[in-house]
């Protein structure tokens, strides 16, 4: 078995890896915890473990995968690895189905019926544009009524009262798809929400794919992730969650859902969204309840950084195949910053729209040379400011299709795509080599002075 199976043993390996923040001192569930969490990962703290949260029995644990060095704790690998691995664990070849069994964590609590009380669940009211307190940090758990396959997803859920919830689904989901496949498409849907995973799985449930992102997670882990039957819904659950909530969403009982803030920077906007029927919540002894902090960075790095790096690189590395990428947290998904060796005036641009159509959030493209940090947003800003001629380097596609989320886009996401230059163009101008100093152990310099 690997390593880290669990959430419990993530936290310890965060934990020994020095990515841990335990916070001891009791903080309240509206807007101090998010305020800490994003905190701590705004100055490159750890994931934060709240021990003491006023009003729960149960600690909270968020920023678990919230930048590169964590996404590598918890893929197994190294930082200058995280895109191979993923791209090895996206490829169907590799994937692991799941293995049923009968014993789960979450059976050791269960309510079912008018004893299912979600108004116990520590859910944080995260930001003060919130419109409730919102489970951020669940995944969905869904089947396909056609071919039965599993699925997971991301859907954004109000609590509402003590067994509802706002369930927000956007028209792309598998599981809007999987409700309007039915011969009634309005008829009561079955999911459940699993929270405090494994984070092998909550990076596949970021991934769009036709196949059962559970087999991804087992790619992650090299193993099968174990999956135990709902209590009240037919839908197989990752056995080793923290807590479950069951139930059952309801088409077409529709009210209204927001705002949250939401991977764009920006509140979403209030959504007519489906209800959600509670039919059952089970937990372990003494679960930890896991939460993300919408909006901010983990958000980002789970749904727009790992499960797109890949696909980007390779759409890039069709055109140039010594090219590297990056899709930077800070640019909410919209943005890729691509490195190469420029051996070609037009070559740059290639790229660029290459990566437009690697995916549709991708709107702006910046193209630097060889001796730029992509990871260094100080560095590539740099390279715009000092290698980019405006009206030469720089072109537009209009009416291009991105993300209906887009803040520059109308409502179905039709926005302008960009495209900038920002490599040295020595037939322009030559300048010789940038300025570089040698990088030094400041312990040597910053010590006790000799003879004082």
Not at 342 to 357: E, F, S, V
């Amino acid at each position: 078995m690997s390593e880290i199976h669990d959430l419990p043993s993530y936290v310890d390996a965060l934990d020994r890896a020095a990515e841990l923040a335990r916070i001891a001192v009791p903080v309240s569930l509206e807007h101090e915890l998010a305020d800490v969490a994003a905190t701590l990962a705004r100055k490159g703290g750890g994931a934060a473990l709240f021990e003491s949260v006023d009003g729960s029995p149960w600690p909270v644990f968020a920023g678990g995968v919230a930048n590169r060095k964590r996404a590598a704790l918890a893929l197994g690998c190294e930082p200058d690895e995280v895109v191979d691995r993923m791209e090895s664990a996206l490829d169907p070849s590799t994937g692991v189905a799941p293995r049923i069994q009968d014993d789960a964590y979450w059976l050791d609590n269960v309510a079912t019926g008018e004893s299912a009380d979600a108004e116990a669940l520590p859910i944080p009211v995260h930001s003060r544009g919130d419109g409730g307190a919102f489970v951020t940090g669940g995944v969905i758990v869904s089947r396909d009524p056609v071919t039965g396959r599993g699925n997971l997803s991301y859907n954004r859920m109000v609590r509402t009262g003590p067994r509802s919830f706002g369930f927000n689904v956007n028209e792309w989901r598998h599981v809007r798809t999987f409700m309007e496949s039915r011969p009634d498409p309005l008829a009561p849907f079955p999911v459940a929400v699993a929270i405090g995973l494994d984070p092998a799985i909550m990076i596949a449930a970021g991934v769009r794919t036709e196949a059962d992102e559970l087999t991804i997670a087992g790619a992650i882990r090299d193993e099968a992730v174990p999956v135990t039957r709902g209590v009240t819904v037919d839908v197989d659950v990752p056995s080793r969650a923290e807590i479950v909530i069951e139930g059952l969403v309801h088409p077409g009982e529709r009210r209204g859902e927001g705002p949250l803030a939401e991977f764009h920077g920006y509140y979403g906007e209030l959504w007519q969204s489906p209800t959600f029927e509670v039919t059952a919540v089970n937990h372990r002894n003494r679960p930890i309840f896991q939460t993300i902090i919408p909006g901010w960075y983990e958000h980002i790095y789970i749904g727009n950084v790992l499960p797109r790096e890949p696909l980007l690189r390779r759409f890039i590395r069709h055109v140039e195949p010594t090219a590297e990428v990056h899709i930077p947290p800070y640019g909410n998904g919209f943005l890729a910053v691509i490195r190469i060796e420029r051996d070609n005036p037009g070559q740059p641009k290639n790229l660029a729209m290459a990566a437009m159509t690697a995916h549709i959030n991708i709107r702006n493209v910046i193209v630097v040379d060889r001796d730029i940090d992509i990871f260094d947003p100080a560095d590539v800003h740099w390279a715009v400011t000092n290698r980019v001629h405006w009206r030469e380097d720089v072109f537009q596609v209009p009416f291009a299709q991105g993300h209906e989320m887009d803040p520059v886009g109308d409502i179905r996401g039709v926005a302008t795509k960009v495209g900038i230059d920002a490599t040295y163009k020595r037939e322009r101008r030559e300048y010789g080599a940038r300025v570089d100093y040698e990088s030094v152990d400041l312990a040597d310099y910053l010590g006790p002075v000799a003879g004082r």
